[in-house]
């Protein structure tokens, strides 16, 4: 398909309003819409480098991509101290955005979550409604190929400092990461309730189940000649499943709000 500048003006705006998404939810399924990716990714070629500089700051990108503005009536708190916002990424009314972070294109944060400082939320990652992303955190962005699954964070989800989610990992409803926990495409969920390995879903797709409570952890080398040397791999751990009690560690975010 050609992409003129016309209809890629015409995309970006609905992204920006959120009338369309990099992916959506159909049927209890997630679902790509390739074609938006393919009109962001023409993006950068129908661009041309521009001086952007704000103040002290060089700046010098594609002049299809600057930074987002945003007014009060967007509804959306933007801390100052240093946060970028693409343009071609939604920030819904009651978000709350702290200094420093950074949003990439084509990325959806829905109403009520709370993004914190130095977290990145990468290219067409999809955030859901009253979550909350903790220091340091690195959501991974997956913007090629054009029918590649983005990262999802579903609603309700918690997730701890210093953690990374990358390379299209789904995080279900309700879901609690602790500190710490990196989960890529190849990594194994351990679920201690069960004793068994989380199994990947009919794509092939690392998820974390809905409210599971996920901490890092290790599994013991088992193949090659350093097994049995007492080395240990990496594994995240499901601990338990979501409770009262568990809701209760993390009610400080309503008051945040």
């Known amino acids: 398909m050609e992409i003129t500048r016309e209809k890629f003006e015409e995309v970006i705006a609905g992204l920006e309003a959120g009338q369309l998404r990099v992916a959506e939810k159909v049927n209890g399924a997630w679902q790509v819409n390739k074609w938006v990716k ?17 103040g002290q700051f060089p700046f010098f990108d594609k002049d299809t991509y600057p930074v987002r503005k945003f007014a009060a009536d967007d509804g959306v708190r933007i801390v100052p101290g240093g946060t970028s916002i693409r343009r071609g990424a939604y920030v819904a009314p009651g978000a709350i955005v702290m200094p420093p972070s950074y ?9 009520g979550t709370m993004v914190d ?5 990468g290219s067409c990652a999809q955030i859901g409604k009253h979550i909350h992303i ?18 999802i964070i579903e609603d309700g989800a918690f997730v701890g400092g210093n953690c990374g989610i990358y390379e299209g990992t789904i995080v ?7 500190s710490g926990v990196i989960i890529t495409a190849s990594t194994a969920i351990f679920d201690a309730t069960t004793g068994e390995f989380v199994p990947r879903n009919a794509d092939g ?3 974390v189940p809905r409210g599971a409570v996920v901490v890092s952890g290790s599994k013991p080398l088992k193949r090659g000649p350093g097994a049995g040397s007492g080395v240990s ?13 568990t809701a209760g560690s993390v009610v400080l975010e309503d008051l945040l709000r």
């Open 38 to 54: 393919e009109v962001i990714l023409a993006g950068f070629k129908l661009g041309q480098i521009a001086d952007m500089s704000q």
């Open 103 to 111: 949003i990439n294109v084509g990325a959806f944060v829905d109403s």
């Open 117 to 121: 400082s130095h977290v990145t939320i």
């Open 172 to 178: 279900e409803e309700g879901a609690v990461i602790a």
């Open 134 to 151: 903790s220091a340091a955190t690195q959501i991974g962005g997956v913007l090629e190929p054009s029918g590649a699954m983005p990262t």
């Open 233 to 245: 791999l990496y594994c995240p751990v499901i601990v338990k499943y979501r409770d009262e009690k």
């Open 205 to 207: 797709r690392v998820v």
